[in-house]
């Protein structure tokens, strides 16, 4: 069964970095998307970064662009999301998905499988 496991969420002063990291185990990961959100208290769950199968990368423009970086390790089948100059906005769980078609798109409904969870708290 697929699994995918976040880590690396914690509490960071504002202007501070952190490097998510999502483990993902039961499906084939070379030819997967794999997909960043984030759901901030009282909020919706919104996408923040994919990459495709191809290695393409998109992100979410207004908030985190330039800011943020997703990339992947095949080898480790493993997916990172490198947050830098964090703010209070940035605050939430933030959740790992997997689109085993390969997409990688914004949309939620486009991932099949998704993680529980890494909380990231931004002090001010």
């Known amino acids: 069964q697929v699994q995918l496991v976040e880590s690396g969420g914690g509490l960071v002063q504002a202007g501070g970095s952190l490097r998510l990291s999502c483990a993902a185990s039961?499906?084939?990961?070379?030819?997967?998307?794999m997909g960043w959100f984030r759901q901030a208290p009282g909020k919706e769950r919104d996408f923040v970064a994919g990459?495709?199968?191809?290695?393409?990368?998109?992100y979410d423009a207004d908030s985190v662009k330039g800011r943020f970086t997703v990339f992947r390790d095949i080898a480790k089948n493993t997916v990172y999301l490198r947050m830098n100059s964090l703010n209070s906005e940035d605050t939430a769980v933030y959740y790992c998905?997997?689109?085993?078609?390969?997409?990688?798109?914004?949309?939620?409904?486009?991932?099949?499988?998704w993680g529980q969870g890494t909380q990231v708290t931004v002090s001010s």
């Open positions: 039961g499906l084939t990961f070379r030819s997967s998307a």
């Open positions: 998905a997997a689109d085993p078609a390969g997409r990688g798109d914004s949309r939620q409904n486009a991932y099949a499988y």
């Open positions: 990459i495709s199968w191809r290695g393409v990368t998109t």
